[in-house]
């Protein structure tokens, strides 16, 4: 969804949309650069003195070492701080950070490479991803943490929420079946008890049948499952008024951008 339509949508319903797996994941990995950075130059000043900026360039690849100013400024993103952190451990890092802290680097590696190939996340690699930048930003003792927490502590409630109103609309669908079972044969067998009274059984046999049979097919009708909605209508998932079969407000943004490895 673009950034227009989804800001016409923010002021129509008054609330921003859900987040999107990909969204939560953009936001942590940013939140891990602020939060990384400062760690990664001191240490680095500390082993290099004058020379750290040159040993970190020392860690990228070559293509994107020539995107990068020279002197003592670098752009750093996540890509650069897991690359450095990784690739400069014994020489830099093991010395303020354990084997737990370095296995956590190579986790988010592999999970930011595939966030910059698009990948799609469910509920358990966001949290986990989520988890991991906590752990790291905990570990250097970086004030973006406390915001990571809470992007954690969000995502659980709405995890939560979304359960609660699964199973209680599976509960609801399983009531109102048994609902219209119970009406719908309440009514059949009292109209055909009232045909037997009227007219003799014998001449009224294929009428009850007829009678009986109307009710069980509008007993089927009732409880089959519904059909593919076609227009605008209220989404199960996050309860938004949608256009079509997939939700923009659910369903990662298909203009995020895309990084480069």
């Known amino acids: ?152 502590d969000e995502l659980l409630r709405e995890q939560f929420r979304e359960e609660w109103n699964r199973a209680a609309r599976r509960k609801s669908r399983v009531r109102d079946k048994w609902e219209t079972i119970v009406i719908y044969s309440l009514c059949g067998t009292a109209i055909i008890y009232q045909i037997q009274d009227l007219v003799d059984v014998k001449k009224s046999w294929f009428l009850m049948a007829c009678v009986a049979c109307v009710f069980v097919y509008l007993i089927i009708q009732r409880i089959k499952p519904d059909p593919v909605i076609i227009g605008p209508h209220e989404c199960t998932r996050c309860g938004k008024i949608i256009y079509g079969d997939s939700c923009p407000y659910c369903e990662p943004s298909a203009s995020a951008p895309e990084a480069s490895d």
């Open 1 to 152: 969804m673009t950034g227009q339509p989804r800001r016409l949508a923010e002021s129509l319903t008054g609330s921003r949309p859900v987040q999107t797996p990909h969204e939560r994941v953009t936001k942590a990995l940013d939140l891990l650069s602020r939060g990384l950075f400062p760690f990664v130059e001191t240490e680095l000043k500390r082993v290099y003195h004058d020379k750290w900026a040159d040993s970190a360039r020392a860690s990228f690849r070559k293509d994107r070492d020539a995107n990068l100013p020279h002197g003592d400024t670098i752009k750093w993103d996540a890509h650069a701080l897991l690359a450095v952190m990784w690739d400069q451990w014994n020489t830099v890092f093991r010395h303020r950070l354990g084997m737990f802290e370095r296995s956590l680097v190579s986790e988010l590696r592999d999970y930011r490479n595939q966030w910059a190939h698009q990948a799609e996340f469910d509920f358990d690699d966001t949290f986990r991803i989520l988890d991991t930048v906590h752990r790291v930003l905990t570990a250097v003792s970086a004030e973006e943490s406390e915001q990571i927490q809470k992007a954690k």
